[in-house]
């Protein structure tokens, strides 16, 4: 149990526009969802944690209007890169917690992203 | 600020030999540390945390408070534990920092 899904796995876009990506929560309600951040042979570095039905906490140094998460239900958040640019192509994680702590998450398998 | 550091970005031993991937961590409230492995084209999963005190896959790892240290060990390593390591730290429950901070991870690449 607890399997989290990601779509999608890759996306190419071009310089200016949008992309949406979504983290779902299979078979488990997620109070709590983490989206992270993976640059080529660097950490994970934690972008914002939502709480669903409240806003996202973004960390330091993330922009709120560029990276737009929305956290609707307890089985789906999305992270909208907005304008997107060379600069955010990147490998995108999310994480799902059954409760509001970070003690137990699961993880989903990424999206690659790339801007042309 | 929390910072967790793993030396090795690459550790290459040879199976049957013992393994033992470094963590060290900063942080000035109480942590909780974790030990996250991501196999080859697999996502990443949590191996194990020092609150449980539990061995998985053969693997330990103890908190030494004193060296602000939670190294992984395995006495006797196996072709399939080849993966990428991240050590993680968070604060205790009931803190207010409740959040991951991710190592940059150790490569583990165990030859036959």
């Known amino acids: 149990g607890a399997v989290v899904s990601q779509h999608p796995s890759r996306v190419i876009c071009k310089s200016g526009t949008s992309v949406k990506i979504e983290c779902r929560s299979l078979d488990f309600q997620a109070t709590t969802m983490f989206w992270y951040r993976q640059f080529p042979k660097k950490s994970l570095m934690l972008m914002a944690t939502s709480n669903e039905g409240s806003k996202a906490t973004y960390e330091q140094g993330v922009e709120k209007d560029k990276f737009l998460i929305n956290h609707a239900s307890l089985t789906l958040s999305t992270l909208t890169v907005t304008s997107a640019h060379p600069e955010d192509s990147s490998f995108y994680i999310c994480?799902?917690?059954?409760?509001?702590?970070?003690?137990?998450?699961?993880f989903g398998p990424g999206t690659r992203l790339t801007v042309l | 600020a929390q910072r967790v550091t793993q030396p090795e970005k690459l550790l290459s031993v040879f199976k049957g030999a013992p393994v033992e991937l470094k963590c060290n961590y900063s942080?000035?409230?109480?942590?909780?540390l974790f030990w996250y492995v991501q196999y080859s084209r697999q996502r990443l999963q949590l191996l194990l945390r020092?609150?449980s005190r539990e061995s998985i896959k053969g693997f330990t790892a103890d908190l030494n408070k004193g060296e602000t240290s939670f190294h992984l060990k395995k006495p006797f390593a196996q072709e399939e534990d080849s993966a990428m390591y991240y050590c993680a730290l968070s604060g205790a429950r009931g803190t207010g920092f409740q959040k991951l901070v991710f190592g940059t991870g150790t490569r583990l690449l165990v030859s036959p």
């Open positions: 942080y000035s409230g109480s942590p909780e």
């Open positions: 020092h609150i």
């Open positions: 994480s799902a917690g059954r409760d509001r702590g970070v003690h137990e998450q699961f």
